[in-house]
């Protein structure tokens, strides 16, 4: 995982687990990010489908793709809607955003 992290990739742990005998078994779904993604990653995993999709819809009105690792410029192949992305720029540098209120504040 380690490795991962290192080449900018999130770590992903996806299992089962059960307290004890008897009781109901549990999904666990663990992502680990490097530090640089977490503000993206903390927005992405704590806010609601509805919301998430609506931040997603906010950025690319503005020209933008934002996902639960960074955010880049780009243009979209059919205006705001869905479409194949074409990449203006590389993320937007990591050190804009350090908390979840850099990135309400971009």
Request: aromatic letters at 12%.
């Amino acid at each position: 995982a380690a490795d991962t992290l290192d080449k900018g990739h999130a770590a992903t742990y996806f299992g089962v687990c059960r307290l004890t005998a008897g009781h109901l078994h549990r999904r666990i779904d663990l992502k680990v990010y490097p530090v640089s993604e977490f503000p993206f990653a903390l927005l992405s995993f704590t806010g609601s489908g509805p919301f998430n999709r609506s931040m997603r819809l906010y950025a690319r009105r503005a020209g933008f793709s934002l996902s639960d690792h960074n955010i880049c410029r780009a243009n979209h192949a059919r205006g705001t809607g869905r479409g194949e992305r074409i990449w203006t720029s590389p993320p937007l540098p990591a050190s804009r955003f350090r908390t979840e209120k850099d990135i309400f504040d971009f």
